[in-house]
């Protein structure tokens, strides 16, 4: 199971963390992925950490401004938010990477990520 939360309404500049909680898997040995979906647009890619590594990959919109993170101590994943904008209004969703494939193959893809959790919703003002 995947849950997330930490989402909110903030402001154009804010700052905001999300977390998703795992459980009944073994957290620690599965690539990790955030995605989005802002109303009337597709579920799009924003970041991904590797289990073996701690490698990340982010997509170009979010990158240098929000920050993928890991705690396998306590199966927790974690996206920091920074210099938010009103576009990055979405759903965020995490999920679980097909464990049969390797953390850069498909990366962006959702048909990739094989297990979802419920969204936790951002909202950012002008």
């Known amino acids: 199971q995947l849950q997330a939360f930490g989402g909110g309404l903030v402001q154009a500049g804010d700052s905001l963390r999300l977390s998703c909680a795992a459980s009944?898997?073994?957290?620690?040995?599965?690539?990790m992925g955030w995605f989005r979906q802002a109303p009337g647009k597709e579920r799009e890619f924003v970041a991904a950490?590797?289990?073996?590594?701690?490698?990340?990959y982010y997509a170009d919109s979010v990158k240098e401004r929000f920050t993928i993170s890991r705690d396998n101590a306590k199966n927790t994943l974690y996206l920091q938010m920074n210099s938010l904008k009103p576009e990055d209004t979405a759903v965020y969703y995490c999920?679980?990477?097909?464990?049969?494939?390797?953390?850069?193959?498909?990366?962006?893809?959702?048909?990739?990520?094989?297990?979802w959790g419920q969204g936790t919703q951002v909202t950012v003002s002008s």
């Open positions: 009944g898997f073994t957290f620690s040995n599965n690539n």
């Open positions: 950490i590797s289990w073996r590594t701690n490698s990340t």
């Open positions: 999920a679980r990477k097909d464990s049969a494939r390797g953390f850069y193959v498909n990366i962006r893809s959702r048909s990739d990520y094989t297990y």
